[in-house]
């Protein structure tokens, strides 16, 4: 249950209807602000005046008497208007930096006071993604589905015991399905309130097995709570008839209260659960629960949930199962979203102890693998992929006993097998997709580059003139200058790859930036200085340029979006004389 699920719920008006005009996959338009400018994000309203001022100097239409020049002047200095004029509003330069150059076409802005600072705006903007999202779940059916395979597999180890005594005629080990489910729901919304869930499973265990199938109809009532009714029937415990009731008490507590009423060939039999949860701290959330019916319980939990962990402490006092649990979940913090976790698990029953790993092998798909040891249960190799809204399940009993050599292969097989698919078909496949998307990506947009490059082109022949005037005054004081300046994608020498570089020359557009005898370039793309343009879509880029200051020559590297300011302490190039 979740704790925000409630908020989520609304939409309507000029707001709603701005949300729903921002595509899910939202692109920003090439042209930087910030990189227009040259300023920094947190830059001050006297900074921004300062770069604007430079810009004017250099692309006003009334300095250039060529038409030529003139038209393509006035069209950069409308840009860089443009991007002054927003970024020095307060308002517009918190709805740029959330939305995107689109965001400020977007209609709807008006209904939001613009008295609000950016921490209000943002907070407004997370509450129109809420509800884009819910809209968007409206108007699907959000299928979810459950396959869950059971494994028998103890023959593998259990024939090698020394009880154990051989049956006639098998040589290889027996391995069965001694289990399956299968469960499925979709949802359908009725109304802006209303939605009705659809659901059914089918299950079997040695032979014996049955269904069952279930409808929900949840409403919404308030931004604090809403209600469900469900209605169930089956061929094995008769039909179903339950309520459930939500309610945010407080921002920091909720309330969950279910009933039910099962029809069963032995009579009636009732249900009920009471769950409460308050929130401690940012991460840690307490639940007491009190379940009255055929399982009776009284559980109290502990949940600690940090972008590096996840921690779990549980006691449930009940009839017929009692239990201690304690969890620990470490979560690497890289690309795949790796996590390791570890569990022990005490009770009337015995004890059990779990230990595994979860990665993420896609963008829509995590796979993990969980070793359960336990007395007297024995071992156990839990398999789990989730696909999307799809989770696929294989238990695989290996045996009875505490053996160490099932434990053993039960840890390192997994590990072993996982390697192997990931060289030879995971990391192929994905490749092979990235390669794909970026050559998508490249035909999509070669018109705007072709648009980008023309502008840059007009950038740099109306730089001319005031770079000959900067190069005149930085020789005169042995200032800086720009020798030679490349951007894009560069090959080294030890490529095995027969790659071409992919660079322009930018010398012209960094020789006018330089002011005082410094070049300072802020952290964003460069490609959205003036001058420049993205020469290789989608690939990592850089700067490389060769200057010479006080008479000496220097030469940097700078990645694409690092800050850089020069002259600094950098390789000296020993020149030939």
Known sequence: MSFKSTAEVGGTGANANMAASVDDDFEFNNQDYYSLLNVRKEATLEELKASYRRLCMLYHPDKHRDPELKSQAEQLFNQVH?????????????????????GLEVEGWEVVERKRTPAEIREEYERLQREREERRLQQRTNPKGTISVGVDATDLFDRYDEDFEEMPGGGFPHIEINKMHISQSIEAPLTNSDTAVLSGSLSTHNGNGGGNINMTVRRVTSAKGWGEVELGAGDILGPLIGLKVFRNVTPRCFLTAQCGLQFSP????????????????????????????????????LVRDTKSSHFTLALQLGVPHSYLMMSYQYKFQDEDQTKVKGSVKTGWFGTVVEYGAERKISRHSVLSATVSIGVPQGVTLKIKLARASQTYLFPIHLTDQLLPSAVFYATVGPLLLYVAIHRLIVIPYTQAQKEQELELQRKSSATDIAKKKQEAESAVLLMQESVRRIIEAEESKMGLIILNAWYGKFVSDTSQKQEKAKVIDVTVPLQCLVKDSKLILTESSKAGLPGFYDPCVGEEKSLKLLYQFRGVMHQVISADTDSLRIPKQSHRIESES
């Not at 002054?84 to 330069?93: G, M, N």
């Not at 709805?95 to 689109?102: N, V």
């Not at 701290?281 to 379940?291: A, E, K, P, S």
Request: glycine share 8%; with cysteine.
């Open 266 to 301: 032995r009579g009636l039999r009732p249900s009920c659960s009471l769950m409460t949860a308050r929130h401690l701290d940012q991460n840690t959330m307490g639940y007491l629960q009190w379940r009255w019916g055929p399982n009776s319980a009284m559980t109290t939990s």
């Open 82 to 102: 443009q991007a002054y004029e927003v970024l020095s509003d307060a308002h517009s330069r918190a709805i740029y930096d959330i939305f995107g150059k689109k």
